[in-house]
């Protein structure tokens, strides 16, 4: 009888014994051939795998027979496993192994209490990604185990092989499928190396009767090699080829050939190289020239451009002369934009500065230095606006302002600026916060409020979501919001236009009813500003005569039209709602100022 480890517990014999009837009667018996009595510790398997960029795993297994008496000991049970480098190294192509592990006493008896009576041990290995092709290569993994316990290590060494990640190939090959040369003059051949590895290769190049022109060495650092190919007298055409020398035949199948390449040798006369290269040599000459002078023409015309589009009166402006910042909007995007199609792209440097007041306020220092700098190309057909975003940095303050700046290269412009001024947290809410309408409305009015004024549209989104109580008081079970049983919500957007100095009226617009009965809540989405205050509403569906209650109601009241709010003005940063992020202003929505 052998265990799963092929180590013999017993022998298990069939007895005849004579009955006194006369009857052989068959008995198994079990003689234990004293069962074992050691701890055993080794690896799961002499070998071990992973491909590159894993972490892979090497198996100890630690087996506590049901027969091991620990007596009164409390002696600990450690195990050691390390690394050796072979053709894998440490810290190039694995982490290097050094791993502790130690079992109490108490552990061990549990692994022999445990239904099989051993446990398996995961020692992690982390194998190297990189960019080179190459072979499968090997560590040793090495097991020792100290202890005073009576224990027996059965493989205590294991080999790792990493595996290359990727199925890529290094491919050798000639920059041309066809070279011509010339009757006893050298033609230069070069042959290409593509993808990286860390091996030599000799690579031998052969004409069509597979007979060796020249070996080529590829060291791992280079990728072109140029070799001299000398026809001799004769007019004629070969054919090269490629193919893997002997030292590197270990590499196939990592280290492909390209396709064969075909040199023509053409003859002429010296006197006819000599006419030639006078020829050539004028060529040459006359063709550079003939690029200067192009080029000091070309030069010329965009400097003759530039004048005349300054002179037609181009500009480059911010879209605004002052942007609003929210506090816990934290960006605000400024745009520029160009009067008319220029011959050539603007290449405009925008430069940001605290103005003196907010530097002096913020640092006690009136001296600020740009905080801000970036340059920008606006495409020379185009006349839309170029936006960016205008990030608050840490410690800005509300009321802070910043003065942006333009300038642009190669072009006189008029000068032009704009500033961003940073407004207290801006909060999104309804006006009024509650509402009760006939469930024969179908519809219910709703008003949005915001209490800044900031340069951007603001698109938000009112959905309405029936609540749990409703729900149950309506169905006679409570449905979650979203669940297939629950009505769907209805939503509705709106859009707050970007300030520009007139007065604009509050966004209202109806929405419907996602019950028939009951109360729903309205929630506010503000797209692309996540992080806007917002506050939710309710609406309550009561019936045609009779609120939720039972009480009579009386004649329906048409809600009152929202109000216009006044001119927006710039922030006062010396006033307690500008500064004062904690005010009432900034954090009721339902305060007078809010709305």
């Known amino acids: 009888v052998w265990d799963r480890d092929d180590i013999p517990v017993g022998i298990c014999e069939t007895m005849a014994v004579r009955s006194l009837w006369g009857v052989l009667l068959l008995v198994p018996t079990l ?10 510790v080794g690896f799961l398997s002499p ?6 960029g894993e972490v892979a795993a090497a198996t100890v297994k630690v087996e506590v027979p049901k027969e091991f008496d620990f007596g009164d000991t409390k002696e600990s049970l450690t195990i050691f496993v390390t690394s050796e480098d072979g053709e894998a190294k440490a810290g190039r192509d694995f982490e290097v192994v050094d791993v502790t592990k130690t079992l109490t006493t108490e552990d061990l008896k549990r692994i022999q209490n445990n239904r099989l009576g051993h446990t398996n041990i995961a020692v992690e290995i982390s194998l190297t990604e990189d960019e080179y092709i190459e072979p499968s290569q090997t560590f040793t993994l090495t097991l020792e185990v100290q202890t005073t316990l009576d224990v027996e290590e059965h493989i205590t060494s294991a080999i790792f092989t990493i595996n290359d990640k990727g199925s890529d190939t290094v491919k050798i090959s000639f920059d041309q499928t066809t070279y011509t040369a010339y009757a006893s003059q050298n033609a230069p051949l070069k042959l290409l190396k593509e993808g990286r590895i860390r091996q030599n290769i000799s690579v031998d190049v052969t004409f069509s009767d597979d007979s060796l022109f020249q070996t080529i060495l590829f060291k791992p650092s280079q990728n072109v090699i140029e070799v001299s190919f000398n026809p001799g007298g004769e007019t004629q055409s070969y054919s090269l080829s490629l193919a893997l020398a002997e030292p590197s035949h270990n590499l196939e199948g990592l280290v492909v050939m390209g396709a064969p390449a075909e040199v023509k040798v053409m003859e002429f006369t010296p006197e006819g190289r000599r006419i030639i290269r006078l020829l050539e040599g004028k060529i040459n000459s006359t ?3 003939r ?6 023409l070309q030069e010329k015309y965009a400097v003759l451009q530039r004048r005349v589009e300054d002179l037609q009166g181009l500009k480059v402006e911010f ?4 942007y609003y910042m929210a506090k816990n909007d934290e960006s605000v995007k400024v745009c520029l934009k160009k009067k008319m199609a220029t011959a050539e792209d603007l290449h405009v440097t925008v430069t940001a500065k605290k103005n003196k007041d907010s530097q002096k306020r913020d640092t006690g220092d009136e001296d600020a230095s740009p905080i801000f700098q970036e340059e920008f190309i606006i495409s020379a057909g185009s006349v839309k606006a170029e936006c960016f975003g205008f990030d608050m940095t840490p410690g800005d303050k509300v009321g802070a302002t910043f003065n942006l700046t333009l300038t642009v290269d190669d072009h006189t412009v008029p000068p032009n600026s704009t500033t961003v001024t940073i407004t207290k947290s801006l909060t999104v809410s309804f006006e009024p916060s509650e509402y009760t309408v006939s469930k024969g409305d179908k519809a219910v009015k709703v008003c949005l409020t915001k209490n800044v004024n900031i340069s951007e549209a603001l698109n938000v989104k009112v959905t309405a979501v029936k609540e749990k109580e409703s729900q149950k008081r309506a169905t006679g079970s409570s449905v979650p919001s979203g669940s297939d049983d629950a009505p769907p919500p209805t939503s509705q957007a709106f859009t707050f236009l970007a300030d520009s100095g007139a007065a604009q009226p509050d966004p209202c617009d109806n929405i419907g009813f996602p019950v028939e009965k009951g109360t729903f809540t309205l929630i506010l989405d503000v797209k692309d500003h996540p992080k806007v205050e917002s506050q939710p509403a309710t609406v309550t569906i009561a019936d045609d005569s009779t609120d939720p209650s039972g009480n009579s109601l009386p004649s329906p009241t048409p809600l009152p039209a929202p109000k216009a709010p006044s001119a927006p003005s710039a922030p006062d940063p010396s006033s307690s709602s500008a500064t004062d992020p904690s005010s009432s202003s900034a954090t009721d929505p339902s305060s007078s100022s809010a709305t």
Do not use: D
């Open 47 to 52: 070998t071990f795998s992973g491909k590159e």
């Open 291 to 296: 690029q200067n002078e192009y080029s000091r």
């Open 31 to 40: 003689w234990v051939l004293g069962a074992t009595q050691i701890i055993s």
């Open 319 to 322: 879209e605004r002369e002052q």
């Open 287 to 289: 063709v550079v020239e």
